[in-house]
């Protein structure tokens, strides 16, 4: 099946509208490009509307959200659920600031969302209401470990059935999930941290993934999920001895650019639970 | 004539203000340094005529405008026409939402512009007053080829006579008119359709060649696009097996800041219609 | 004392907020990550105090300002200063517009600085009130010579006085001063200008280095400085024929990625006066 979901955004190469933060924008749109699928960036309330009709699905991130672009969001958001376009969400540093705790909570009472995806800490706060993210990064005591793994793909599932939406918990283990079955990702390199906006890219993606498969979002953001991890692998084994973190990014890109659905397949590593 | 335009740029080191899109701003920045230009970016409508003040030329590109930029952009605009500065105007997705059409359309009656840069789909809608351009690629319905070639040609010394600006037209093949000669230019390289802001990049250039050779926009236009086409096929010669997008985006860049003037004469593919 | 200010960023992996410009914001990010410390990026008055809070230090940076943001830089400035978390100017082209001088000098108003860094025409514009920056690099006219040194380092200790900032003026010459003594540093390579935003990368690693070292400003400044100036030293020594200021901008990073406190001690080419 991931096999399958990737062939479909080779094939299709859907238009993804972004409504996505300043830092790592130009990433995302180089990374939609790589998977096969196609970006626009537009955050006007007086135009999003209309771009996320001629588009194929929407990918709302709320890093350096700010006044203009939070209507924009909704907007656009409503927009798409009218048009049954996927939307998926990044809720940036939920639980970092009131601002975006409140924007993200409003995001998935007036919007419908195909994926969500964060860190265990942005998640939880989606759950709760609140939460204590330091930062843009996820928060050591909700570190998801072999140990806790069946709790949180329990939370990750409670969570999807009460959204509708799948769910999609990134880090060191990956737990993409619906209400009924989880998938389990192993893939990926602990250097990925060093690279600012990989999540961000992983979001823009797996929009294109599920606007490409339409059917199947559980399997589209797995597959998506683990195009990114993969590509982490393949790209840290080239670097070279003096390559650091923005060389990284490069090769990251790149790995995505060359992967074929058939690569896809062999170096996923993965279970459902 | 186009080693004379570049030579120019590398002696006069013209200082170029962008008002720019926020996804491709760092490629417009450093493609600037490396053909011999500086730039500087600001959008505020307070310090914008200022900014143009003390540059030589003005680089408008309307992708992620907004309502507080589309003002600024009009400013800045205007102030660049009195001081005699020329300006370029990349019109990202005109024809993918009515405020982009209309902005471009706004930007072509109260500003008189050197350069108009765009995709065909872009041109047309521009020349047109309204389109179906399809996010921020050209329509295949547009594409131009070596059939339909002699009658983009025309079309685009029509639209030149009635702007009084020189229209390039980038894709396959480009087109750069004035009213009377069209340079019909054959570098580049497909890959280069894979990294966004490739465009983008090559109307900031645009505005440094202009502004550093004012009496010959046509020559200085041509010069910028061959600059681009032929810095994409040097890029692409370097790339192993494993590089992808990302990598080509550096190396396109890579070979413009070591382009000389004797380079380009020899590397540019073109014949005058 | 400069290794030592290294190692307690590494140890203490501070988290910086910044309020930058959208141009080099993803350098910014990513060299914070490649010294050891954590971004956050944030410009909307509604949550910039609560995300300073969060933080350990403030990065202000006021290239690409607008009428949005010079308010979020008021309010996050301020309450930085509340908390005695240490804040960093960088008064990006400073003297080239009234907006960008206002704004520098109502910052240097009612905000603290713990380091001001900036070229000779920004600094020289932010002690007089006016300048004549001429864009976003420094003028000729200005520039710090192995003849006019001395006269620098005056007046940097007297701005450095005068404001109790640490003062940092970066060019072929780096001098760090405060009111007493001031390094100057020979490291970094003249292609570093050819890389936009090495000024703003410097100015938020500058933000990492005083929060870690809150009690030693002017060594921490110094070290950071040292930093960059070496990392384009060992960049440069990686560079091949065909690369140029994107692959090197790549290389400048992943030098700070791999440096070490013991590198930069032997890399490191200061003096004090």
Redesign the interface.
Same mark, same amino acid.
Request: aromatic share 4%; proline share 2%.
């Given at each position: 099946m991931l096999k399958k979901s990737f062939e479909n955004v080779r094939k299709n190469c859907p %238009?993804i509208h972004n409504i996505t +933060? *300043?830092?790592?924008? +130009?990433?995302c =749109? +180089?990374v939609l490009? =790589?998977c096969g699928a $196609?970006?626009?960036?537009?955050? !006007?309330?007086?135009?999003v509307a209309?771009?996320t009709t001629?588009?194929g699905g929407l990918n709302i991130n709320i890093?350096? %959200? +700010?006044? /203009?672009t939070i209507g924009a969001m909704l907007i656009a958001g409503k927009q798409a659920n009218e048009l049954h376009h996927p939307v998926v969400l990044d809720p940036v540093?939920a639980g970092?600031? /009131? %601002?975006?705790t409140d924007t993200a909570m409003q995001l998935l009472e007036e919007v419908r969302f195909a994926v969500i995806r964060g860190n265990i800490s942005e998640i939880k706060t989606l759950a709760s209401g609140s939460g204590t993210t330091?930062?843009?990064?996820a928060d050591v005591a909700d570190k998801v470990t072999e140990e806790n793994l069946d709790d949180v793909v329990a939370f990750a599932k409670a969570f999807a059935k009460k959204t509708g939406a799948v769910i999609a918990i990134t880090g060191a283990i990956d737990i993409v999930a619906d209400a009924e079955n989880a998938y389990c990702i192993r893939n990926g390199h602990p250097m990925m941290s060093?690279?600012?906006?990989t999540g961000c890219q992983l979001s823009a993606m797996t929009a294109a993934f599920v606007t490409a498969n339409p059917d199947h979002p559980l399997e589209a953001a797995a597959a998506a999920v683990s195009v990114m991890g993969y590509a982490g692998e393949?790209a840290y084994s /080239?670097l070279g001895e003096? !390559?650091?973190? $923005?060389?990284y /990014?490069? *090769?990251?890109? !790149? =790995?995505? *650019?060359?992967m074929t659905p058939e690569m896809l397949e062999k170096g996923a590593n993965y279970e459902v639970r």
């Open positions: %238009l +933060n *300043y830092v790592t924008v +130009n990433d =749109a +180089n490009i =790589a $196609s970006p626009i960036m537009s955050d !006007d309330q007086d135009e209309e771009i001629i588009c890093g350096t %959200l +700010n006044c /203009r540093g970092a600031s /009131r %601002l975006r330091k930062g843009v990064d060093s690279v600012s906006g393949v /080239r003096m !390559d650091g973190n $923005s060389t /990014r490069n *090769y990251i890109i !790149d =790995a995505i *650019y060359h």
